[in-house]
């Protein structure tokens, strides 16, 4: 008989001292983050914020990286594994940053995607104001009892609404959804099961539905946003523009606990951490 899928479950459900492991690569990640925010300036390269994240990472004693960073500037951001991160940072262009420490082998995975300049511009605070609307709509499916899929659902509600609000999208929101017109700017689903893996073993569905959440389970919250830099279906304004916002998140008794708070996520908040504040 195969071990595997009883391992599998045990993984799957975090102990109390499994959390407070997750819990630390949380803060520490999330430190990094910050960091990332506070010395990005155009004129730097991809590869010194890199350098930074992981800087913060060892000074708090976590040794290894989760996964290799993703650090993509502008249209950099469309390419959904870059991992090249030997671009220049130019003013008037977002950051992606996907990155994550490891504490005593369980993983932390945070995306945040900010201003090099320190400020958004119009078109960039419209997109990412919608990220931000998805993510946090699909923080709130969860809980003890909900199925996995209504995070991503409710995400992709968000979005197609918002891109035909702001015209990248044109018809009927059901219709689009149905049709999934919202895949050629969000193509991959809401997240994934996060423990001593990034991409954390464990089952999505158990007899081809899709599974309820249960306490101790952790999984990533992270929608996002892509328009390709040659997308002529949308105004010039929107294009290259690639956004995502990514938080872990444990199921608990009474409904989430975020594990990657740390890092600030809305416009306001990010702005200040850029300007000194
Ligand atoms: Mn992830």
Not at 221 to 237: F, R
Request: proline share 4%; glycine share 8%; aromatic share 8%.
């Amino acid at each position: 008989m195969s071990l595997e899928h009883i391992l599998h479950e045990m993984r799957l459900f975090k102990s109390a001292e499994e959390l407070k492991l997750m819990r630390r690569a949380g803060e520490v990640s999330a430190a990094g983050h910050v960091k990332a925010m506070q010395v990005c300036q155009p004129g730097l390269y991809e590869y010194e914020i890199e350098a930074e994240l992981i800087h913060q990472f060892v000074k708090h004693g976590l040794r290894a990286v989760a996964y290799p960073s993703i650090v993509a500037a502008g249209k950099n951001a469309c390419v959904l594994h870059y991992t090249d991160n030997d671009g220049k940072l130019k003013s008037g262009d977002l950051l992606l940053i996907d990155a994550g420490a490891e504490c005593d082998h369980y993983a932390a995975d945070i995306t945040r995607t900010f201003p090099i300049s320190g400020r958004f511009t119009e078109p960039q605070r419209a997109l990412y104001e919608l990220v931000l609307d998805a993510q946090l709509a699909a923080i709130e499916q969860i809980k003890p009892g909900a199925a996995w899929h209504l995070a991503h659902d409710a995400s992709v509600e968000v979005l197609t609404r918002g891109l035909v609000k702001l015209g990248l999208l044109k018809g009927r929101v059901p219709k689009l959804i149905k049709d999934e017109k919202y895949k050629q700017f969000y193509m991959h689903r809401i997240g994934h099961w996060l423990g001593m893996d990034v991409h954390d073993v464990g089952d999505y569905k158990v007899d081809k539905e899709w599974r309820l959440l249960e306490p101790g389970m952790v999984m990533t919250v992270e929608p996002g946003l892509y328009i390709p830099a040659d997308c002529d279906s949308v105004d010039k304004k929107w294009r290259g523009i690639g956004i995502r916002i990514e938080d872990d998140v444990l199921v608990t008794a009474e409904g989430y606990e975020i594990l990657t708070s740390a890092v600030p996520k809305t416009v306001a908040e990010i702005e200040a951490v850029m300007q000194g504040g």
